[in-house]
Each structure stands twice: as structure tokens, then as C-alpha cells.
């Protein structure tokens, strides 16, 4: 019985092996090139954000400091991103996040981030399409709102007030378009990006032509005397909510930067992956924030920010200033992002659905492509759900999950980098030997990469995820009784043995991999403080949403873990590639025996012929 246990606990952290010798082989076309990338990138990730998001946070969190708090989300998406682009050239393949976890720490972790993907990129595609037609609406009038709230009103809770039709005919006409081929959506997107970044240009120009500095220096005074708000708008001034508004705002700002990394779903459609991807991610991601930043910036000096209108900020603060024609050149951009973000949240989905089903984790039936090598089965599976959700349920209240859940998926990245090349593999290390105890390993790290030193690596990032979720709770709910603990934690830190410091075993149990000469595309700077910080980022920013959030990603895992106890675990590729393999070397080892046994027999039948012949002989020399 507890054979079968441990059997079934390591069948958990199996690890995906990759043929690095086949990375050429797809049942996906190659068609898309860097500029795809970046383009794709930039589509997905400047949306709705940019428009609707900056006056939002800027009126209730951060005021003028919501620059900062994008800079913040920024540091944060920017280091993951590194993560994803080593990895991306590494083992360019489909799967993303989903199949870097399965690489280097094992199924039941892959599946917890292919899980929480699909949860972002349904949401996200849900929550976009919804946020087409409320624009679209809204510019010809309120027409569509009317008659869905007048003949098909919804009034259950947790579900929208009315459903929308024309966001899922969005859905469906946008997997219609995925389904057809990859070329085609890509040039698509290359159209409504370069439109929507046409239009950012204009509105940062804009803004800083028409804004005034004094926007960023409000005193209360000057708050109090221009309306009643002091209470409810901070104290003016470029914090007005203090740092802790701007840290707020941030955690919230992360969502506007959630998209490049479908650029790492496209693995098996790009040609020459192995520098595209890198330099598609690292591209899109500074041209957003270059975007972000600038547009915030414009708006909060165009007018003050507790005057800014939270559900059309820009529209309102063209007409502040004077410039009223200016707001249909921004609905033009505001549907043009909407439609690219549309396009980027929807594109990974079915790559992810597809990825996770080609490895017997989700249903087989997904991972079939069409004629022109398109993963057809998924998409439509992808698009069903995601019109499913747009239809029926109001999403507000489901973004931050969808932030969780991104969130976890990019910590995990960050923490799968500090054991890569350890685990890039795992035939590869059973090959190995090493001698000592992991505790050893951790605390002698040895010279060579071994089974007991991966163990250490392992053992040293889960302590680091502990002491992360741990400082960043105390940080967040008892940040003054750290502050007064401040010199005991110092003190206790220079207690601590060296060996067991992160900052001091991490460089050693590095592998001499990447401490030799040998070197991938692209690899990640200053390993492993740049994905260590990263973690500690990614978790703080978790710790930040509420606890309903948690009560309702709790409730998305428990479904995830239904699917794969039930299923996955049972019907995976690599259970059942070990299995082969398990009974080909039963095989051969029967065979073995066997033809030694008979070999054996040979020998003693062999033996009595020749014993019986001497005594004829015998007999014969006797007469």
C-alpha cells in the first residue's frame, strides 16, 4: 500500500522529457515572423487598459503617481517576461508557461499553470468582447442596452443584467477567423495594432501640449476649496493616497500589462523561434509601458485627477481642455485596441487547450488540427466557452481573478528558471551520479550537476516561496510591527549560516552549465536575484486582492483538480511513454533470461552428447 502511494506521489512530478533533437517537428504551420511578435504582443496588451483603466486607477488609488504604479506593474511583467523569453528559446514548442513548468517541476505543477491560463485568457477574452459592445453601444446611442435590458432582462445575481448577443457573435466570428489560419489573424492584428498606436501617439502628443504641471501639485487646500472631495481623494499632491495608494494601484495596473506572454504560445508557428520569441517579448513589453506611461502622464496633466471620468477618461479630458472633436479619433483607437487585445487574449487559448491535450492532461479530441494546421478543435472549444461566459455572467468581478491567476502562472515561470538547466531533463539526470544527502548538497553544493543538488535546488526554491508569501502578508497587514522589528530581522538574517542564505547558496547550486561556456539564445541577466525578485513581486501583488478573489480561485482550482485526478493523471503521454518503456525493458529482460536458459540447456545437452560418445568409443576400443 504504500508502494502504490510513493509510486503515485512521483507520478505527480513527472517530468516532460523533449526531444531536442525533433524541435523542427509540428503539426502547426511556420508562418509568423518577429514583427508577427511584436505586433502580436503590442496588440494584446494595449487594450482596454489604456483607454478606460489609467482614469480609474488614477482617480481612486494613485492621483498623479499612477505613472509610478504602472512603472511598478511594468518591473514586474518586464522580469517575468525575461523568464518567458529564455524559455521560449530553450524549448521553443507550444504550451508556454504550461509546458516550462512540465519541463522542469513536474506534471501536477504544469497542470496548476496551463489551468490558471486558461482561466486569464478565457476571462480576458470574455471580458474584452463585452467591453467591444459597451464601446460599440455607446457610439451609436445605447440601442443594443436598451432592447436586451427591455426583452431579455437577467436579474439573478452573479449573473449580468442582460445578456450579450453581440459579444458573443464577436467570440464566434473571432474563432471563426483563429480557426481559418494563422497568417490571416496575424495580419489582422498588424492593421488594428498599427491604427491603435497611431492613436496613442496622438494622445500623448496631446496631452503633453494642452497639460499643466500644476495638475501634479494640487495642495489640500486648493482640493478642499475647488470641491468637497478631500475626503474621499487623498490629500492632493503628486501621492495623494500615499505610497501604499500607489503600490494599490499597481497591483491593478498588472492587468493592463497581462498579454505578451501569448507570444510564447507561438513556439511551433514561428520561424526561427529561438531569437524571435526573446525579441518579440522584450520589444512589446517596453513599447506598452512607453505607452502606458505616456498616456497616464497626459491625462492626469490635462486635467486634476479626482475630476477624471472613471468609465471614459480620455473623451472627458479632451473636453476639458477644449479639444470635444478629439474624443471620436480616440473611439476610433479605443475599438481598435479592444478588437487586437480581443485577437491576443483568444489567440494562446486553444494553443494552451491544445499543448495540455496533446499531452493527455485535457480531453484528446482537442489537440486534432485542420487541413491548414490550424488546432481547430480547440479553438472552437475555446471560443464555446468564452461566448458562454460573455453571454451569461457579469466579469467585473471575475478581472481580478483573472490577475491571480497570470500572477501564479508567471511565479512559477520565475521559480522554474532557478532549476532549468538542473531539470532540463529528466533522463538526463538519471544518468548522473551523486553521492551525499540533499541536506548535504544544500549545504556543500557540489561541482557537478547531480540527482542530490536538483533536490537541493528544489528544496531551496520552495523555502524561498515560503519566506515570500510570508514577508509579503506581514508587509501587507502588519507593516508597522515589522518596521518595529526591523533590527531583529537584520540581526536574525546575520545569524543566519551562510550556506542557508538564498542570496549566498543559489550562485553556488547553479549548475556549471551556466557557468560555463555553453549558451542558449537568450538567457536571463543576473541569475537567480532577477527571477527571485520576480517571485516576491509576482506574490505581493497576490497578496494584494481581496479575499473573495481567493474564494473564488479556490473554487476554479477545485474544478482544475477534478479534471486531472479524474482524468489528466491517468491519460497522460508520459505515463504512458513509461510504461512502454517499463514493459519494453521487462521485455527484453525476459528475453535475456530466457536465451541465457537455453543457453544453458544447449551447454548441458552439448555435454551429455559428448560424454555418451566417448563411452561408445570406449566400448568399441574394448571388442
Given at each position: 500500500m504504500l508502494g502504490r502511494v510513493l509510486s503515485f506521489g512521483r507520478s505527480l512530478v513527472r517530468r516532460k522529457v523533449v526531444d531536442m533533437s525533433s524541435l523542427e517537428?509540428?503539426?502547426?504551420?511556420?508562418?509568423?515572423?518577429?514583427?508577427?511578435?511584436?505586433?502580436?504582443?503590442?496588440?494584446?496588451?494595449?487594450?482596454?487598459?489604456?483607454?478606460?483603466?489609467?482614469?480609474?486607477?488614477?482617480?481612486?488609488?494613485?492621483?498623479?503617481?499612477?505613472?509610478?504604479?504602472?512603472?511598478?506593474?511594468?518591473?514586474?511583467?518586464?522580469?517575468?517576461?525575461?523568464?518567458?523569453?529564455?524559455?521560449?528559446?530553450?524549448?521553443?514548442?507550444?504550451?508556454?508557461?504550461?509546458?516550462?513548468?512540465?519541463?522542469?517541476?513536474?506534471?501536477?505543477?504544469?497542470?496548476?499553470?496551463?489551468?490558471?491560463?486558461?482561466?486569464?485568457?478565457?476571462?480576458?477574452?470574455?471580458?474584452?468582447?463585452?467591453?467591444?459592445?459597451?464601446?460599440?453601444?455607446?457610439?451609436?446611442?445605447?440601442?443594443?442596452?436598451?432592447?436586451?435590458?427591455?426583452?431579455?432582462?437577467?436579474?439573478?445575481?452573479?449573473?449580468?443584467?442582460?445578456?450579450?448577443?453581440?459579444?458573443?457573435?464577436?467570440?464566434?466570428?473571432?474563432?471563426?477567423?483563429?480557426?481559418?489560419?494563422?497568417?490571416?489573424?496575424?495580419?489582422?492584428?498588424?492593421?488594428?495594432?498599427?491604427?491603435?498606436?497611431?492613436?496613442?501617439?496622438?494622445?500623448?502628443?496631446?496631452?503633453?501640449?494642452?497639460?499643466?504641471?500644476?495638475?501634479?501639485?494640487?495642495?489640500?487646500?486648493?482640493?478642499?476649496?475647488?470641491?468637497?472631495?478631500?475626503?474621499?481623494?487623498?490629500?492632493?499632491?503628486?501621492?495623494?493616497?500615499?505610497?501604499?495608494?500607489?503600490?494599490?494601484?499597481?497591483?491593478?495596473?498588472?492587468?493592463?500589462?497581462?498579454?505578451?506572454?501569448?507570444?510564447?504560445?507561438?513556439?511551433?508557428?514561428?520561424?526561427?523561434?529561438?531569437?524571435?520569441?526573446?525579441?518579440?517579448?522584450?520589444?512589446?513589453?517596453?513599447?506598452?509601458?512607453?505607452a502606458y506611461f505616456g498616456v497616464s502622464a497626459a491625462l492626469t496633466l490635462m486635467m486634476p485627477y479626482y475630476l477624471l471620468d472613471e468609465k471614459s477618461p480620455l473623451p472627458m479630458a479632451f473636453e476639458y481642455v477644449g479639444w470635444g472633436p478629439a474624443k471620436y479619433v480616440v473611439a476610433v483607437g479605443s475599438l481598435c485596441a479592444l478588437s487586437t487585445s480581443l485577437l491576443g487574449a483568444m489567440f494562446p487559448l486553444p494553443r494552451i487547450l491544445f499543448a495540455m491535450a496533446r499531452d493527455g492532461i485535457l480531453f484528446k479530441f482537442m489537440s486534432n488540427v485542420s487541413k491548414r494546421q490550424s488546432p481547430v478543435a480547440a479553438t472552437m472549444a475555446a471560443g464555446t466557452l468564452a461566448a458562454i461566459m460573455a453571454f451569461l455572467f457579469d466579469l467585473k468581478a471575475l478581472v481580478d481573478m483573472m490577475s491571480i491567476g497570470t500572477l501564479l502562472a508567471y511565479s512559477l515561470v520565475a521559480a522554474c528558471e532557478g532549476e532549468s538547466d538542473l531539470t532540463e531533463s529528466e533522463s538526463h539526470l538519471n544518468m548522473m551520479k551523486g553521492g551525499g544527502s540533499t541536506l548535504q548538497a544544500l549545504l556543500h553544493p557540489p561541482s557537478a550537476p547531480s540527482q542530490h543538488s536538483s533536490s537541493a535546488v528544489n528544496m531551496a526554491v520552495e523555502v524561498l516561496v515560503i519566506i515570500v508569501c510570508v514577508v509579503s502578508y506581514l508587509t501587507t497587514y502588519h507593516g508597522c510591527s515589522v518596521v518595529r522589528l526591523e533590527a531583529w530581522i537584520l540581526a536574525a538574517l546575520s545569524r543566519m549560516p551562510r550556506p542557508l542564505r538564498p542570496s549566498a547558496s543559489f550562485p553556488h547550486l547553479l549548475p556549471p552549465s551556466r557557468q560555463d561556456h555553453r549558451r542558449s539564445s537568450f538567457q536571463v541577466p543576473l541569475l537567480p536575484f532577477l527571477p527571485i525578485l520576480s517571485i516576491f513581486v509576482n506574490i505581493y501583488l497576490m497578496v494584494q486582492l481581496s479575499g473573495d478573489t481567493w474564494i473564488r480561485f479556490s473554487a476554479w482550482m477545485a474544478v482544475g483538480f477534478l479534471i486531472y485526478f479524474g482524468y489528466g493523471v491517468w491519460h497522460s503521454e508520459e505515463r504512458r511513454q513509461r510504461a512502454a518503456t517499463i514493459t519494453s525493458t521487462s521485455k527484453q529482460d525476459k528475453s535475456q533470461a530466457a536465451s541465457q536458459e537455453k543457453q544453458r540447456h544447449s551447454g548441458k545437452s552439448a555435454g551429455r552428447g559428448e560424454r555418451e560418445q566417448c563411452l561408445r568409443q570406449d566400448k568399441t576400443t574394448k571388442f
Open positions: 517537428d509540428s503539426k502547426l504551420c511556420r508562418c509568423l515572423g518577429t514583427v508577427d511578435l511584436i505586433a502580436l504582443g503590442v496588440g494584446s496588451t494595449l487594450g482596454a487598459g489604456v483607454y478606460v483603466l489609467a482614469g480609474e486607477v488614477a482617480k481612486g488609488n494613485s492621483g498623479p503617481s499612477i505613472v509610478v504604479s504602472f512603472l511598478i506593474a511594468a518591473l514586474a511583467s518586464v522580469m517575468a517576461g525575461l523568464c518567458y523569453a529564455e524559455f521560449g528559446a530553450r524549448v521553443p514548442k507550444t504550451g508556454s508557461a504550461y509546458l516550462y513548468s512540465y519541463v522542469t517541476v513536474g506534471e501536477i505543477w504544469a497542470f496548476i499553470t496551463g489551468w490558471n491560463l486558461i482561466l486569464s485568457y478565457v476571462i480576458g477574452t470574455s471580458s474584452v468582447a463585452r467591453a467591444w459592445s459597451g464601446t460599440f453601444d455607446d457610439l451609436i446611442g445605447g440601442h443594443i442596452e436598451r432592447f436586451c435590458k427591455t426583452y431579455f432582462s437577467m436579474n439573478s445575481p452573479g449573473l449580468a443584467q442582460y445578456p450579450d448577443f453581440f459579444a458573443v457573435c464577436l467570440i464566434l466570428l473571432l474563432s471563426g477567423l483563429l480557426s481559418f489560419g494563422v497568417k490571416e489573424s496575424a495580419w489582422v492584428n498588424k492593421v488594428f495594432t498599427a491604427v491603435n498606436v497611431l492613436v496613442l501617439l496622438f494622445v500623448i502628443i496631446s496631452g503633453f501640449v494642452k497639460g499643466d504641471s500644476q495638475n501634479w501639485q494640487i495642495s489640500e487646500e486648493n482640493l478642499s476649496a475647488s470641491a468637497n472631495v478631500s475626503s474621499d481623494y487623498g490629500v492632493g499632491g503628486f501621492l495623494p493616497y500615499g505610497f501604499s495608494g500607489t503600490l494599490a494601484g499597481a497591483a491593478t495596473c498588472f492587468y493592463a500589462f497581462v498579454g505578451f506572454d501569448c507570444i510564447a504560445t507561438t513556439g511551433e508557428e514561428v520561424r526561427n523561434p529561438q531569437k524571435a520569441i526573446p525579441i518579440g517579448i522584450v520589444v512589446s513589453l517596453s513599447v506598452c509601458f512607453l
